[in-house]
């Protein structure tokens, strides 16, 4: 059988290409209806097929869907928006489900879900017969009415994944449907569960009218459970906790609803905020043991069989005194989602024993310093009020023009130590002179012009006493401008050295280089040092060269603040110019893959520095699309033949990248 696919787009041209790049491996015709791009998206459909249309936006989803199906011309049609993708094996599974195909097939039903773990996933009918495809129904939320004599096939093992990057226009949904609303359109079950959950995604005050006119559609129970997820959502966002109950009760009770894990959370939630902890865990433990099922539940969400649950479960044992009970199920938190931020929390705060008295280490903060005399005096004074008293700190002025030394020679500490690098400046000398000079058994970075909060010290420290297998620990930052005001801060960083082993293949890390803390040992055993034949370019180097030999991880929780000021700008233009910059990013990367088994040609070496510079990825057209696919299978085959001991993580880095 053949299989046409369908889009309609309108000014999608960040995400257009990463989704026809995968369905013209499936597809034997590709038809993109324009409804009134103003960018670049036609031209870019264009790359990928003839069958390029324009149709005026007409306010009606199912009539845009209608005319992109009128188009094909294959046996079965299947639409996909312009920002879905496959899942990572989806293409060769689409490629198997298309021999499969036969032309007693009405439909196909696929998993549809979000990005991201903590989301939502559903069956959803994908392809039809070309018969079928041209019945779409509804201006909003449109679907195709499914005939209980159809020849269904169930397909949940391959999915397509909704990976929205922006919302074009915010306000869309909610128009049309007051459009529909005020022309008397408003009708049936299965438009009113979707009014509803625009409302209720609102907080808006007509939801509940909303809900009591649905429920007098007599609606069926999965439609009654799709608007009870959104209903309940807000009543537990306005604290209406009794109310929230009672919607859940009549729903299961009177309609049919099925008790989700989700629903159970729901109920979990609502008890806590009445104050009842009994029933809440009661709610939470029966959550963990009902598994996700799409064929049973119309809206399934990934977490709330597990990690939710327990970490809610964890909060409530651990406020009742139990500790190993809390830990417990922290623990098994960190299991279902081992990249999650709150768990990692939940661990350094709570659950990594102090230091005993008799271990006491000495760590020696570094500060490598050139011109930043507005800001030293509130580095050098976040070092020194640091819970963490036992420390050194050692800055070496870097040939600076400015009174930075006479604000550090304002400090009275003894703890100060103050160097010259004077033979060899630059900031790579700077850094290596302080770790020779420096006698503790770790080594904290820090910048002249940043600020550590005043746990830091210790919770590293702690974090790394009780875990000994850590050579390199990073915090979560935020970002600063020059006058102290946080500015941005960093998203949910992933812990696990898996993931900064396959990162370090490709990318610099996530998290700064002066939150970092490194056991001395680990740089003396294996003779590392910051490299000045990569200036600009030396922490990356060294922390690259430092995940071959030993595991870097980072707190979850934010113990560091970066400035940004045009200072730093005008320091990096002097040091090096773009390209020469790009050079350097681009050959750690390559010496990375290198060190690790996977040597690159001169061109594909050029390629990579192309495809994937430093800063913001570019959006690439179908030919770069296509080298650079190329490059990364060839890269993963490589590495997985060599056993490469983080295969998984290198997957997730791949597709993120390569569906941006």
């Not at 053949?2 to 960040?14: A, D, H, P, Q, Y």
């Not at 007409?58 to 845009?64: D, K, L, P, T, V």
């Not at 005194?321 to 960190?334: D, F, H, L, V």
């Not at 974090?463 to 401008?481: A, D, H, P, V």
């Amino acid at each position: 059988m053949s299989l046409s696919v369908c889009l309609i787009v309108k000014n999608e041209e960040r995400v257009l290409g990463r989704c026809l790049s995968a369905a013209v491996q499936f597809a034997d015709e590709l038809i993109v209806v324009d409804t009134g791009s103003t960018d670049r998206s036609t031209e870019i459909a264009r790359e990928y097929t003839d069958l390029v249309f324009s149709e005026p936006w007409q306010n009606s989803f199912a009539r845009a869907r209608n005319f992109a199906a009128s188009k094909a011309g294959c046996d079965h049609v299947m639409w996909l928006d312009a920002d879905d993708v496959p899942d990572p094996d989806g293409i060769r599974k689409l490629l198997e489900l298309r021999d499969r195909l036969t032309p007693e097939t009405d439909a196909v039903f696929m998993t549809y879900r979000n990005y991201g773990f903590l989301t939502d996933l559903g069956l959803r009918d994908r392809i039809h017969r070309r018969e079928l495809a041209c019945r779409w129904e509804g201006d909003i939320h449109e679907a195709i009415r499914i005939d209980s004599t159809w020849n269904i096939m169930l397909c949940p093992e391959i999915t397509i994944i909704h990976k929205k990057e922006y919302i074009n226009e915010p306000e869309r949904n909610m128009q049309i449907f007051d459009k529909v609303r005020d022309s008397g359109r408003l009708s049936g079950s299965y438009m009113r569960s979707y009014y509803c959950r625009e409302l209720a995604l609102r907080d808006d005050p007509r939801a509940p009218e909303a809900w009591h006119d649905f429920l007098m559609t007599d609606p069926p129970a999965a439609q009654v459970q799709y608007a009870l997820v959104f209903m309940t959502e807000m009543l537990l966002r306005q604290k209406e906790y009794e109310k929230c109950r009672q919607l859940i009760s009549i729903s299961v009770d009177r309609y049919g609803v099925p008790l989700s894990a989700f629903l159970c959370y729901q109920l979990g939630l609502a008890a806590e905020g009445l104050g009842e902890a009994g029933e809440a865990q009661r709610q939470y433990r029966k959550a963990t043991g009902i598994p996700p099922d799409i064929t049973k539940f119309m809206l399934e969400f990934t977490g709330y069989d597990n990690y939710l649950p327990c970490l809610k479960l964890c909060a409530l044992a651990y406020d009742e005194g139990k500790t190993e009970e809390s830990e417990a199920w922290n623990s098994r938190a960190g299991r279902a989602w081992p990249e999650g931020r709150a768990w990692r929390i939940n661990r350094e705060r709570y659950f990594s024993p102090p230091l005993p008295p008799e271990r006491h280490p000495l760590v020696s903060v570094i500060m490598p310093v050139r011109n930043a005399e507005e800001f030293l005096a509130e580095a050098v004074s976040s070092i020194l009020e640091q819970s963490w008293r036992n420390l050194e700190l050692i800055i070496v002025d870097d040939g600076s023009t400015d009174a930075g030394c006479d604000v550090i020679r304002g400090f009275s500490d003894p703890r100060i130590r103050l160097l010259k690098n004077e033979r060899r400046p630059g900031i790579s000398a700077a850094a290596n002179m302080a770790v020779t000079e420096s006698r503790g058994e770790y080594i904290a970075l820090m910048g002249a012009d940043d600020v550590s909060l005043p746990d830091r010290l210790e919770a590293q420290l702690t974090f790394l006493e009780n875990n000994r297998e850590i050579m390199i620990l990073g915090t979560s930052s935020q970002g600063i401008e020059r006058e102290g005001k946080v500015i941005a801060r960093s998203a949910a960083i992933p812990g696990s050295p898996e993931h900064f082993q396959a990162k370090l293949l490709l990318e610099n890390l996530e998290f700064c280089n002066s939150s970092t803390m490194i056991r001395k040992s680990f740089m003396v055993d294996n003779r590392l040092s910051y490299r000045e034949d990569y200036f600009v370019m030396q922490d990356y180097r060294f922390f690259m060269e430092a995940s071959k030999l030993g595991a870097i991880s980072c707190l979850a929780d934010i113990h560091h603040r970066y400035r940004v000021h045009d200072g730093q700008i005008s320091e990096r233009s002097r040091l090096t110019d773009p390209a020469e910059r790009a050079g350097i990013y681009n050959r750690i990367r390559c010496d990375s893959l290198r060190m690790s088994g996977v040597s690159l040609g001169r061109e594909d070496e050029l390629l990579l520095g192309q495809l994937l510079p430093e800063d913001e990825l570019p959006v690439w057209n179908r030919k770069e699309r296509q080298q650079l696919t190329a490059l990364f299978t060839g890269i993963r085959e490589k590495l997985a033949a060599g056993s490469f001991p983080a295969i998984r993580e290198l997957d997730a880095l791949l597709f993120s990248i390569l569906n941006h």
